[in-house]
C-alpha cells in the first residue's frame, strides 16, 4: 500500500493532460454528477474548444489570467 504523500508525489509527476484523468476521477468519487448538468457542461466545453479552433474567441496565458485575479483581490 502506497502511502498519501507517495500517491501524490506520483500524480504530480504526471503528464498534465493525466494529472487531469485523475483528477476527474477523484472528483466523481466525492460527489455523484447530475447526467443533465454533465451534459449541459459538455456541450459548454464543446462551444468554447470550437470558438478557439476557429479563431472566435483567443486564449489568453493561464498565468496572465491568473495575475489579473491576484490584482483584482489585492485593490
Sequence with gaps: MHGLQEIIDEASSLPVEERIIVIDSLM??????????????IEV??????????????????????SEIR?????
Design 28 to 41: 466523481r468519487t466525492l460527489k455523484k454528477i447530475d447526467p443533465e448538468s454533465e451534459k449541459k457542461w
Design 71 to 75: 490584482k483584482r483581490f489585492e485593490e
Design 45 to 66: 466545453i464543446k462551444r468554447r474548444r470550437d470558438e478557439i479552433r476557429t479563431g472566435k474567441v483567443k486564449p489568453l496565458p493561464g498565468e496572465e489570467v491568473l
